[in-house]
């Protein structure tokens, strides 16, 4: 029998894989890392340079960031621009104080919020330095403060830079379980591209955000299209510590009796019919002043309110459990908090509990950073890179 020989296939050399080299990134007030922890964990960015003036935070980001020295604890007015190096993206979690509806609402010339015009200053000094892509997070009043005139101001000041401007508003509870709305900007500098500037109603572009894009016409918008966000899988119960009866956090029955006398009657209703269960159920809780009354209201959806520093001991968190004819109540401990951000366990929390919830009160969600990372930031950057025309040498957009 005669054999046929199979035909030679030509084998062509495989070409090596080219490493993907992360864009550069430098986050100003970068608190306790986790704008960093959520652009690293997507592999295609590299924080080179961060900066935070509050020594308590920088203390957390050093103990999960040891080997780099490129964290500077200074106010961001006492910066310079030579300081800062080259980068591709700048973001900025400035201060909320002063814009949020629980703050004093003095607005951008608040003493804390207008940090921001701090920032203005290092991309105005930059000159062709000034990255091509900046992220800003704050607090959805900014998108208020002062009848929206605040939030205008800003980002004109970014057009008067160079950048065009997008916004939307993510929940955290997209991705944890934690209700915790923001406000973020992402600043483009100008490119070829034909901008879009008329919004359309979205998850992520709700009504108000809507109305004050499609109002202002004077600023120079360049919105992108977004995915429909995700649907979180998690509830509180999956993020709660399973800690002992005997534990010391849990309160004593004096402690205990007390928080449930501070219970409306509606509330009290809610916390009887998880008692009477027959499995255990979680609820948080804040205390809150009503009709000059410290009173405790409870929410049993299964997703925690939003996180806050606890100042005067009343942005203090209460985790209620209750089911089988029992109940017990403390406060969500520094791991539980960070859980709710979003954060792995192997984030090192080695600081006091107050200092621990100063940190995650103020910090992001690093998932929905990590979102916009993918959907946005590193795009928008690829995109920039691949079109060599568009650069001048130095990574910026000509």
Same mark, same amino acid.
């Given at each position: @029998?005669?054999? $046929?020989?199979?035909?030679?296939?030509?084998?062509?050399?495989?070409?090596?894989?080219?490493?993907? $080299?992360?864009?550069?990134?430098?986050e100003?007030?970068?608190?306790?890392?986790?704008?960093?922890?959520?652009?690293?964990?997507?592999?295609?960015?590299?924080?080179i340079?961060?900066?935070?003036?509050?020594?308590?935070?920088?203390? @957390?980001?050093?103990?999960?960031?040891p080997?780099?020295?490129?964290?500077?604890?200074?106010?961001?007015?006492?910066?310079?621009?030579?300081?800062?190096?080259?980068?591709?993206?700048?973001?900025? =979690?400035?201060?909320?104080? *002063?814009?949020?509806?629980?703050?004093?609402? *003095?607005?951008?010339?608040?003493?804390?919020?207008?940090?921001?015009?701090?920032?203005?200053r290092?991309?105005?000094?930059?000159?062709?330095?000034?990255?091509?892509? +900046?992220?800003?997070e704050?607090?959805?009043g900014?998108?208020?403060?002062?009848?929206?005139?605040?939030?205008e101001?800003?980002?004109?000041?970014?057009?008067?830079?160079?950048y065009?401007? *997008?916004?939307?508003?993510?929940?955290?509870?997209?991705? +944890?379980p934690?209700?915790?709305?923001?406000?973020?900007? $992402?600043?483009?500098?100008?490119? #070829?591209?034909?901008p879009?500037?008329?919004?359309?109603?979205?998850?992520?572009?709700?009504?108000?955000?809507?109305?004050?894009?499609?109002?202002?016409e004077?600023? #120079?918008w *360049?919105?992108?299209?977004?995915?429909?966000?995700?649907k979180?899988?998690?509830?509180?119960?999956d993020?709660?510590?399973? /800690?002992p009866?005997?534990?010391?956090?849990?309160?004593?029955?004096d402690?205990?009796?007390?928080? &449930?006398? !501070?219970?409306?009657?509606?509330?009290?209703?809610?916390?009887?019919? &998880?008692?009477?269960?027959?499995?255990?159920r979680?609820?948080?809780?804040?205390?809150?002043?009503?009709?000059?009354?410290? @009173?405790?209201? /409870?929410?049993?959806d299964?997703?925690?309110?939003?996180?806050?520093t606890p100042?005067?001991? =009343?942005?203090?968190?209460?985790?209620?459990?209750?089911?089988r004819?029992?109940?017990?109540?403390?406060?969500?401990t520094?791991?539980e908090?960070?859980?709710?951000?979003?954060?792995?366990? #192997?984030y090192?929390?080695d +600081?006091?509990?107050? !200092?621990?919830?100063?940190?995650?009160?103020?910090?992001?969600? $690093?998932?929905? +950073?990590?979102?916009?990372?993918k959907?946005?930031?590193?795009?928008?950057?690829s =995109?920039?890179?691949?079109?060599?025309?568009?650069f001048?040498?130095?990574?910026?957009?000509?």
């Amino acid at each position: @029998m005669q054999t $046929v020989a199979a035909p030679k296939t030509k084998h062509r050399p495989t070409a090596a894989r080219r490493p993907i $080299v992360p864009f550069k990134a430098v986050e100003f007030f970068a608190g306790i890392g986790l704008v960093r922890l959520a652009l690293e964990r997507t592999r295609r960015w590299s924080v080179i340079f961060a900066n935070d003036m509050d020594p308590n935070k920088a203390e @957390m980001y050093r103990d999960n960031w040891p080997n780099n020295d490129h964290l500077i604890v200074e106010d961001i007015h006492k910066l310079t621009a030579a300081e800062i190096p080259t980068a591709d993206l700048f973001t900025a =979690s400035f201060p909320c104080n *002063d814009l949020s509806i629980a703050g004093k609402r *003095d607005g951008l010339d608040g003493k804390e919020s207008s940090a921001f015009w701090g920032l203005v200053r290092i991309l105005n000094d930059l000159g062709e330095r000034r990255p091509p892509i +900046v992220l800003l997070e704050n607090v959805v009043g900014f998108l208020q403060s002062h009848g929206g005139k605040d939030f205008e101001t800003a980002l004109l000041a970014l057009n008067d830079l160079g950048y065009s401007v *997008d916004a939307f508003i993510l929940n955290a509870s997209h991705w +944890v379980p934690q209700s915790r709305a923001r406000l973020f900007v $992402v600043a483009k500098r100008h490119c #070829d591209d034909p901008p879009q500037r008329v919004a359309i109603q979205s998850e992520a572009r709700p009504g108000p955000l809507l109305g004050f894009i499609n109002a202002h016409e004077n600023i #120079d918008w *360049d919105l992108r299209k977004l995915p429909r966000l995700p649907k979180s899988r998690t509830q509180l119960i999956d993020i709660v510590e399973d /800690l002992p009866e005997g534990d010391p956090h849990w309160w004593n029955s004096d402690r205990s009796a007390y928080f &449930m006398a !501070q219970l409306s009657k509606r509330h009290e209703v809610q916390a009887k019919l &998880m008692f009477a269960g027959d499995d255990y159920r979680y609820a948080t809780a804040f205390r809150r002043v009503r009709h000059g009354k410290s @009173m405790a209201e /409870l929410r049993t959806d299964g997703i925690a309110g939003c996180l806050r520093t606890p100042r005067g001991g =009343s942005g203090r968190q209460i985790l209620f459990k209750a089911g089988r004819r029992r109940y017990q109540v403390r406060l969500l401990t520094a791991r539980e908090c960070a859980r709710l951000q979003g954060v792995p366990d #192997d984030y090192r929390i080695d +600081v006091p509990l107050n !200092q621990a919830l100063f940190g995650f009160g103020d910090a992001v969600c $690093v998932p929905a +950073v990590e979102w916009i990372a993918k959907y946005y930031l590193t795009p928008v950057a690829s =995109s920039l890179a691949a079109d060599a025309t568009l650069f001048d040498g130095m990574g910026q957009c000509r």
